[in-house]
């Protein structure tokens, strides 16, 4: 794989963890417990469109196709997309959509610092504007999952239960495949070793905290790299694409 | 409800460096640092602070209004308190 098409590659990949966690997120605007909550999680939400935004157009520039942002948001197929599993899980409740959100930005925001010291210089940029947004969103759920684990009998055994029920998705984080190895290679990327050991210091230290259980080592789901994706993941792109596959060029 | 548990806040935002903070508004919040949060993303939305003080309403002592006559009132007549009372002796430059 050479430098340019591993640039395209990884570039679409964080467009896509960004635009999946983003549509899910936004799924839940007007179901927020408090006016304050539903605020921040709308926040959340057009943050990661945005971050999807900026991936996108950087790769259609790359691409020199034609294809716009929105081509790649709208008109590509499921089996397209090569979001991690993890960002495309069912919203759930409370609990399970923050942790959902924890377990992912405590990845994304190492996998950002490293990005911002890449060798790709527009990549570099996108991943220092949007980690400000992820240290912020991270600080937002990592109290909340405190406040849950440490809350009450039920609210601890329901959050430890998802954290249990998402736990599979977590390897696919750190299972990187050629064209990880390719950026990291050509482009000075993340070293997804360190990346995982970072990450679980910093998971333990939450999950004290939280005096929740980390789960046992488990086998591992995968393939949103390849484009095999959980069930759920049709649902949310047909939701997400109608309006352009019903009305093609559609604007407002 | 979840109104019943959580709390309210004051939020007060300085808008910018060298300016105090001013009174925005109140959050309800489960926690001290959740509503700095819930006051960022309430009151900040638009660039409007650098800084965000959060209290318990309920730790606010407050002056009854039922009190305000002797509070407020005698301050009235007391128009020597005003600089603008003094007449500035002729030749003083500096005051």
């Known amino acids: 794989m050479d430098k340019q098409e591993a640039l395209l590659k990884y570039v679409l990949r964080l467009g896509d963890n960004a635009l999946v ?16 909550e539903e605020l921040a999680n709308a926040n959340f939400a057009l943050d990661y469109i945005g971050q999807a935004r900026l991936f996108y157009s950087y790769a259609a520039e790359l691409e020199g196709k034609g294809r716009s942002e929105d081509d790649f ?5 499921g089996n397209e997309f090569r979001n991690v599993l993890l ?55 990592s109290q909340w999952l405190v406040l849950l684990g440490d809350g009450t009998d039920e609210s601890h055994s329901r959050v430890q239960r998802s954290l249990d029920d998402h736990w599979r998705f977590t ?47 488990q086998w591992m789901d995968g393939g949103g790299r390849r ?23 559609a604007r407002w | 409800m979840a109104d019943e548990n959580w709390p309210l806040y004051e939020v007060f935002i300085r808008s910018r460096s060298g300016l105090s903070h001013r009174h925005a508004g109140s959050v309800h919040a489960a926690g001290d640092q959740m509503a700095l949060d819930h006051a960022r993303d309430v009151y900040t939305r638009r660039n409007e602070g650098v800084s965000i003080w959060v209290v318990r309403s309920s730790e ?36």
């Open chain 1, 171 to 217: 390897g696919e984080l750190f299972a990187g495949d050629e064209v990880d190895e390719a950026f990291e290679r050509e482009w000075d990327g993340p070293r997804l070793a360190e990346l995982e050991q970072d990450w679980n210091e910093k998971l333990d230290t939450v999950l004290a905290d939280a005096t929740l259980t980390r789960p046992a080592a």
């Open chain 2, 60 to 95: 606010i002592v407050a002056s009854d209004p039922a009190e305000s006559a002797a509070f407020f009132d005698p301050a009235a007549d007391k128009i020597y308190r005003h600089p603008t009372f003094y007449e500035i002796p002729d030749g003083v430059e500096n005051l």
């Open chain 1, 73 to 77: 948001a709208f008109l590509r197929d």
């Open chain 1, 227 to 249: 484009g095999r994706h959980t069930e759920h993941f049709g649902y949310l792109i047909a939701e997400m694409q109608f309006l352009q596959r019903a009305y093609p060029g």
């Open chain 1, 21 to 36: 966690l983003g549509q899910k997120l936004s799924e839940l605007v007007t179901q927020a417990p408090e006016l304050e």
């Open chain 1, 87 to 141: 960002v495309e899980q069912p919203n759930g409740h409370f609990g399970d959509a923050i942790v959902r959100q924890f377990l992912f930005e405590s990845f994304y925001a190492l996998q950002l610092e490293a990005l911002a010291r890449c060798s790709a210089p527009r990549v570099a940029e996108i991943a220092a504007r949007a980690v400000k947004e992820i240290h912020y969103h991270l600080r937002h759920v």
